[in-house]
């Protein structure tokens, strides 16, 4: 198994043990809470909309956010991620959980690079050279794509579970109100 391969299939289930740390190393004020969620709240905003487009192993999504970036639900996990640090208001905590997302999803992206260009081949390559990888592009060419990939749409977004992550959000904000309404007493 090759790291790529590890990171893909472990990365959620590496994420509990590095939660738990992550929790342990938090020192959550109301302010850091209240502001982490904002900036959480904009990364899944983010996945969101690019759940509502992606078709997963049934075509190269190529439209709406995917015009921007070959990443846009990484992209919105790492402000996800950004939005979690800040709620836990330390350094240590921040590293750990900024530092595993940066180590775990390049594995993650290039993986899921390799499958897409098995799958699709010169497709993927032409896509690949006109989009970025991770950070988003501002403007777009002009293209006619949304019709033949279809554009955001709720039934997607449900078929994609991403309402997870924002359950996973959530937890992490009762867990650090939580650990700052224990540790105030």
Not at 76 to 100: D, E, F, K, M
Request: hydrophobic share 50%.
């Amino acid at each position: 198994m090759t790291a790529l391969d590890f990171f893909a299939r472990w990365r959620v289930k590496l994420g509990y043990p590095l939660a738990m740390v992550v929790l342990w190393l938090a020192r959550p004020t109301p302010r850091s809470i209240l502001l982490g969620a904002c900036v959480g709240i904009a990364g899944l905003a983010i996945r969101a909309y690019a759940a509502g487009y992606l078709h997963k192993q049934e075509v190269l999504t190529t439209t709406g956010p995917y015009a921007r970036t070959r990443n846009p639900l990484y992209f919105g996990s790492a402000i996800l991620a950004v939005g979690g640090a800040i709620c836990t208001n330390t350094w240590w905590s921040s590293a750990v959980l900024l530092g595993y997302f940066a180590l775990v999803y390049s594995f993650v992206m290039r993986r899921e690079e390799m499958e897409l260009r098995a799958k699709h081949g010169a497709a993927f390559d032409a896509y690949a050279a006109a989009v970025p990888l991770f950070f988003p592009r501002l403007f777009v060419p002009s293209a006619n794509g949304e019709a033949k990939n279809g554009g955001f749409r709720w039934a997607q977004y449900r078929k994609n579970h991403e309402y997870q992550a924002a359950l996973g959000f959530l937890l992490l904000l009762i867990a650090l109100t939580l650990i700052r309404h224990l540790r105030s007493h």
